[in-house]
T-cell receptor, first 116, second 116 residues
Framework: GAVVSQHPSRVICKSGTSVKIECRSL??????MFWYRQFPKKSLMLMAT?????????EQGVEKDKFLINHASLTLSTLTVTSAHPEDSSFYIC????????????FGPGTRLTVL | AQKITQTQPGMFVQEKEAVTLDCTYD???????LFWYKQPSSGEMIFLIY??????QNATEGRYSLNFQKARKSANLVISASQLGDSAMYFC?????????????FGAGTRLFVKA
């Protein structure tokens, strides 16, 4: 399958700082990117969907000013957690989809964010 | 209402035996896809198997098979000849084509423990 990378894989930051997570599709063009967060021992919760060149669509309850998503190119999407707080500590996973096909969604390895 | 339900938080299986992980779903969209993913402790999401709503036959991929019962809205994963490396978290997921905006939503997951 296609490869999606995420950077950094792990980040620790102080409360109040902003953190940017990059998600890259390495060998395909991701017209749609999905961002999920996962708390320990819990399921993946969809945060937002972004289409290249458009504003992201956020799921209910997700603060768009808190979690800034940019999808400026077909191979790069970024999630910026602004003014991070300890409750933002989580595992963030991106996923890219390139075509209108049921089973074409490729996941990145995830980024573990710890806010002190 | 829950769209994807996995009622088994944890399952144990003896090595080399088969195990069935349950999944039921709820949708009114006639076009949807069902997926199973494996998430080991490293956190990466590993795609296992896919079943389309219009597929007549149950999907199979090596030791994985999906028992698709459309009328019952169930999509159970069967792992044959379990191996120690199968110990992981398993997520059932669904993607609705017409109503879901191609978003993939996940069940709560089942943690599988394979005993030697």
């Amino acid at each position: 399958g296609a490869v999606v990378s995420q950077h950094p894989s792990r980040v620790i930051c102080k409360s109040g700082t902003s953190v940017k997570i990059e998600c890259r599709s390495l060998d395909f063009q991701a017209t749609t990117m999905f961002w999920y967060r996962q708390f320990p021992k819990k399921s993946l919760m969809l945060m937002a969907t972004s289409n290249e060149g458009s504003k992201a669509t956020y799921e209910q309850g997700v603060e768009k000013d808190k979690f800034l998503i940019n999808h400026a190119s077909l191979t790069l999407s970024t999630l910026t957690v602004t003014s991070a707080h300890p409750e933002d500590s989580s595992f963030y996973i991106c996923s890219g989809s390139g075509q209108v096909d049921y089973n074409e969604q490729f996941f990145g390895p995830g980024t573990r964010l710890t806010v002190l | 209402a829950q769209k994807i339900t996995q009622t088994q938080p944890g399952m144990f299986v003896q090595e080399k035996e088969a195990v069935t992980l349950d999944c039921t779903y709820d949708t009114s969209d006639p076009s949807y896809g069902l997926f199973w993913y494996k998430q080991p402790s490293s956190g990466e999401m590993i795609f296992l198997i896919y079943q389309g709503s219009y597929d007549q036959q149950n999907a199979t991929e090596g030791r994985y098979s999906l028992n698709f019962q459309k009328a019952r809205k169930s999509a159970n994963l069967v792992i044959s000849a379990s191996q120690l490396g199968d110990s992981a978290m398993y997520f059932c997921a669904m993607r609705e084509v017409n109503t879901g905006g191609f978003k993939t939503i996940f069940g709560a997951g089942t943690r599988l423990f394979v005993k030697a």
